[in-house]
């Protein structure tokens, strides 16, 4: 069940760790919101569909901190969040988004299908579900080859009412996979609210409650709460590694921008359009009440007051955030495009 | 030395050789390795040899992830119609991560199902599903017709570094022939000409090789020499081979166990329209299933399947043409 704030401490983690946390954070927002200012700034330089992280940070980053070096990171398509925190270069990231030779991907994936394998960020799927079988695939490769990884497999609530999520999490539970099946309650299915298509959000009653038909661990946490969501992680974390399976955790944050940028069709320019709570349903409260919990202003008020940081230190994490962005921004745009003959390239190993 | 094998014999051969020679692959699926008596897993033990749930999807889509993670999954499907309820993984998920993520990762690993079965299965277990798989570019398919090619083609399966659906006919299981002993490994795109000669071309995969070959050695009887062409993997295909004998013959026919929309066979007659027109001195002949689902009551499946005699009138007719373009 959701936590209250006030029961978690900063004891948990050590001054310079909380640090991280915050810094993190504002890497991953300052990313979206320099890839949401490109559809204006530079129309065309991103094509096809992008979907942000903005609203999640604090679940990204609470979960990633329990992580070791070596464990993997398995996100879906919104997929730009963790590997800021693993340490992929933000203007590779960028210039991957804008279609570019320096991408991650040398533009052959885009913004969906982000990877890093060389830092444990195998890749992702951009049909809804599917990559939550790839995670426990990851997690299999660790328990044969007895590494002692663990698989952080992140995926929305709309994948949760997908085959591949019943199928896996029962094949994770009986071969007791080293993973940690973290949901994304961000309320929204795309377009549709939560409570429109899930049984336990029509009920009431937490989407955690989906472990106990795979008697596992389930639970549900403050997802706009980075401490909160460490805590829940690292018991899941702990139980993963100790060899007695997966945990399955709901975190309940609220997506800040819309599923994605405007579907148009060329040359009708893409930008981002109003979130769903307002563009369909027109719920503005609902919606500035999301913004007025937004987790990064949270988490910054926390440390403020807290003591950890003081003003001038966090806005100096700010700005360097905002300035590695910028850079990101300038590298993607110098960064030549690929060759057109390479289209065949990387079909067959 | 070669020893004489079954076919299913054979392919167990090459899980179990290449399982010893390679701690990375695995092998799952439903309803295998299921007591401690199973021979494989008393050889490799509980962590490589999996019982898996009726679950296809993850099944496929664990190996996926096992895959691109360092291990070589083998998945065990049983009939390829079950890959039907996966087909995300295997058309749009396995295929797609290599060239999506730029080169960075590798997908290496083999699902394995039977196909084709001929024997009162009906309409949904008795499919050549191949055909659906052939227009996805990072697959690889391979249909071995014998019990060495079964053998030769799942090693190669297991050692290649791309997603291969490994399928063998059901009604060649038992059928028995010379199996190499020992490390046997058959190159990915290269024909086998199982029967040379010089008037008319056949290509098949699986059964219909059998029955081609039947019908070759009929033929031969009348005076008409027949070559034998079995491509072995369909992805890729090795069309340079049967473009060689069309040079020879100047006749094709082209047999194929699935319905004639989208089959293999026409996949085949196009790349030969496009390279190898100057050569041909008939039309190319299709001898495929009709286009309806496998029907149940024997009559009716045998009306709608390619047979040896199907096969031999196709070859007649085109001989009989020989005074089109001599």
Known sequence: ?349 | MPREMMYGEAMAAAIAEEMERDDNVVFYGQNMAMTERDPMLKKFGRSRVRIAPISETAEIGIAVGAAITGLRPIVELWMSEFMLVAMDQILNEAPRLRYMSGGQVKVPLVLKAGFGFSAGWAGQHSNCLYHTMMGIPGLKIALPSTPADAKGLLAAAIRDENPVVYLHHYMLTLDTGDVPDGEYVIPFGVADIKRTGNDVTIVATGWMVKKSLAAAEQLAREDISVEVIDPRTLAPLDVETIIKSVKKTGRLVLVDQAPRQSSAAVVIAGEVAERGFEYLRAPVALVTALDAPVPYSEPLENYLLPNEEKISQAVRSLVAERSLRA
Not at chain 1, 22 to 46: S, W
Not at chain 1, 260 to 278: C, D, K, L, R, S
């Open chain 1, 1 to 349: 069940m959701t936590k209250k704030k006030e029961e978690l401490g900063s004891h948990l983690l050590g001054k310079d760790r909380l640090i991280w946390i915050y810094t993190q954070m504002a890497r991953i927002r300052e990313f979206e919101e320099h890839v949401k200012r490109t559809f204006l700034e530079h129309p065309g330089a991103m094509r096809g569909h992008t979907h942000l992280a903005d609203g999640a940070e604090a679940s990204i980053v609470g979960a990633l901190a329990t992580r070791s070096p070596q464990d993997f990171v398995m996100p879906t398509y919104r997929c730009h969040g963790q590997p800021i925190v693993l340490g992929t270069p933000p203007g590779r990231m960028m210039a991957e988004l804008y279609g570019r030779k320096d991408g991650l991907c040398k533009g052959f994936g885009g913004s969906m299908h982000l990877a890093d394998p060389a830092r444990y960020f195998p890749g992702t799927s951009g049909i809804v579900g599917q990559s939550i079988a790839h995670a426990a695939g990851a997690a299999l490769t660790a328990q044969v080859k007895n590494t002692g990884q663990i698989v952080y497999c992140f995926f929305g609530d709309g994948a949760s009412k997908q085959g591949a999520f019943y199928e896996t999490l029962n094949m994770a539970a009986v071969w007791k996979l080293p993973i940690i099946f973290i949901l994304e309650n961000n309320e929204y299915q795309a377009y549709t609210h939560v409570k429109l298509e899930d049984a336990n959000a029509q009920a009431g009653e937490p989407l955690s409650k989906k472990a106990a038909a795979f008697s596992i661990p389930g639970a549900t946490v403050d997802g706009t709460d980075p401490l909160a969501v460490y805590e829940e992680v690292a018991k899941a974390a702990e139980r993963a590694r100790a060899g007695l399976g997966p945990t399955l955790i709901e975190s309940k944050f609220y997506r800040l921008s819309a599923h994605g940028n405007a579907i148009t069709v060329p040359p009708v320019p893409t930008q981002f359009p109003e979130h769903e709570a307002i563009g369909v349903y027109g719920n503005k409260s609902e919606f500035k009440a999301a913004k007025d919990n937004d987790p990064l202003v949270h988490f910054r008020s926390h440390l403020l007051q807290t003591s950890v940081l003081n003003e001038s230190e966090l806005k100096r994490i700010d700005d360097h955030a905002r300035a590695e962005m910028d850079d990101a921004v300038k590298f993607a745009l110098a960064s030549a495009l690929p060759s057109p003959g390479d289209a065949t390239k990387y079909v067959y190993a």
